[in-house]
């Protein structure tokens, strides 16, 4: 199968959709498809692991040839994303079935997404619509009206992040998150929900945190961390590697996802796989795979969130009996799994029916 995988955003570029769409690709082409990815993202520095298998292309012009000679165009959708939108509906129009997953939350934005669906015509052309969560669907679904929405969640290699030995508990209590320091994100809420947080802590319990990642956002951050004194037990090191964090994940136990607008959280399933216990905000992708006081703590509110943490920190039982639950315990969310998810969305996407409406977001299951 001739896959093509349109994307605004890409590596270089650090981020979910990015991994995701590299990983789904390599995964595809390991099972023999031939897969070619198109994005406006000009090249760079090399990531740390290069796709082998795949076509890069980055000139937005040669959209139409790659449509033209695909078997299945999948688009990549974000709250901005001309050139994938574009990919699924020249590929609706002409006859190609057409894929378009939406990454984000458009939340109270989906009114104006449903204007724009009325001006593109979205709800007239067979394209099957996906989402990566629950949440994410919702309002996809409302934006259009009603139209079948296929729930395809994102996935990681279980393998590569599985702890390699039982649980250790050392006597530093190492907390880990890793995002874009973007506000979307929320990275400056995380700085005072963590100052809260060493309020909360008896001083002989010994806290490590490392805040990984780049972005726009950082120098605040770090300006935000000197003016509280919080500089020696949160440290910024930036962008790293997947080896190097998954080396991290090795010698941590607690993963904080402050996002409120996530609209699955793919670095939190990574550190669930690795082993660590998430503590994540409700109403969020991330609850679909945890499970309060199962896999991690949920919070419904940042204060709520610092009392969590401090929970994990002063509750070594809690926190062990997490830890160790999620050493033992798999995620179902392997490539394995979702890469066949997404190909039977694209054998439903050449069946679409557009005047087929659900009443609720559905499983590509």
């Given at each position: 199968?001739?896959?093509?995988?349109?994307?605004?955003?890409?590596?270089?570029?650090?981020?979910?959709?990015?991994?995701?769409?590299?990983?789904?690709?390599?995964?595809?082409?390991?099972?023999?498809?031939?897969?070619?990815?198109?994005?406006?993202?000009?090249?760079?520095?090399?990531?740390?692991?290069?796709?082998?298998?795949?076509?890069?292309?980055?000139?937005?012009?040669?959209?139409?040839?790659?449509?033209?000679?695909?078997?299945?165009?999948?688009?990549?959708?974000?709250?901005?994303?001309?050139?994938?939108?574009?990919?699924?509906?020249?590929?609706?129009?002409?006859?190609?079935?057409?894929?378009?997953?939406?990454?984000?939350?458009?939340?109270?934005?989906?009114?104006?997404?449903?204007?724009?669906?009325?001006?593109?015509?979205?709800?007239?052309?067979?394209?099957?619509?996906?989402?990566?969560?629950?949440?994410?669907?919702?309002?996809?679904?409302?934006?259009?009206?009603?139209?079948?929405?296929?729930?395809?969640?994102?996935?990681?290699?279980?393998?590569?992040?599985?702890?390699?030995?039982?649980?250790?508990?050392?006597?530093?209590?190492?907390?880990?998150?890793?995002?874009?320091?973007?506000?979307?994100?929320?990275?400056?809420?995380?700085?005072?929900?963590?100052?809260?947080?060493r309020a909360q802590v008896p001083d002989d319990v010994t806290v490590d945190v490392q805040l990984v990642g780049d972005g726009p956002l950082l120098h605040a951050v770090r300006r935000g961390l000197a003016q509280r004194g919080m500089t020696d037990w949160v440290h910024t090191p930036g962008d790293i590697s997947h080896r190097e964090l998954r080396h991290l994940y090795r010698r941590a136990e607690i993963f904080i996802a402050p996002a409120t607008l996530e609209s699955f959280g793919l670095a939190a399933l990574e550190a669930r796989a690795a082993g660590l216990a998430v503590v994540a905000r409700t109403a969020t992708g991330v609850t679909e795979f945890i499970a309060h006081d199962v896999d991690g703590l949920l919070a419904d509110s940042d204060t709520a969130m610092s009392e969590q943490l401090a929970r994990l920190c002063t509750d070594a039982t809690t926190r062990r009996r997490i830890v160790g639950h999620n050493h033992l315990t798999r995620p179902t969310l392997d490539w394995s799994y979702v890469r066949e998810l997404n190909t039977a969305a694209y054998a439903q996407a050449g069946a679409v029916d557009h005047r087929a409406t659900a009443t609720e977001p559905r499983s590509a299951a």
């Open positions: 199968m001739r896959i093509l995988h349109a994307t605004d955003t890409y590596a270089p570029t650090i981020g979910g959709i990015e991994v995701l769409v590299r990983t789904l690709a390599e995964s595809q082409a390991a099972m023999g498809h031939e897969v070619t990815v198109l994005t406006r993202t000009p090249e760079g520095h090399r990531p740390d692991h290069l796709p082998q298998d795949i076509e890069v292309l980055r000139d937005p012009r040669s959209l139409a040839s790659l449509v033209a000679r695909a078997d299945v165009v999948h688009g990549h959708v974000s709250a901005f994303s001309p050139l994938a939108l574009r990919a699924v509906e020249g590929a609706a129009r002409a006859g190609i079935p057409s894929v378009a997953t939406v990454h984000s939350v458009w939340g109270g934005a989906w009114p104006l997404f449903r204007a724009t669906a009325a001006l593109r015509g979205w709800t007239s052309l067979p394209i099957q619509w996906a989402a990566v969560s629950e949440v994410a669907a919702g309002p996809v679904q409302r934006a259009l009206g009603g139209r079948d929405v296929l729930v395809i969640p994102n996935a990681v290699d279980v393998d590569y992040w599985a702890p390699t030995r039982p649980a250790r508990h050392p006597k530093v209590v190492t907390m880990v998150a890793v995002m874009r320091m973007a506000g979307r994100k929320r990275p400056l809420e995380l700085v005072s929900t963590l100052h809260r947080v």
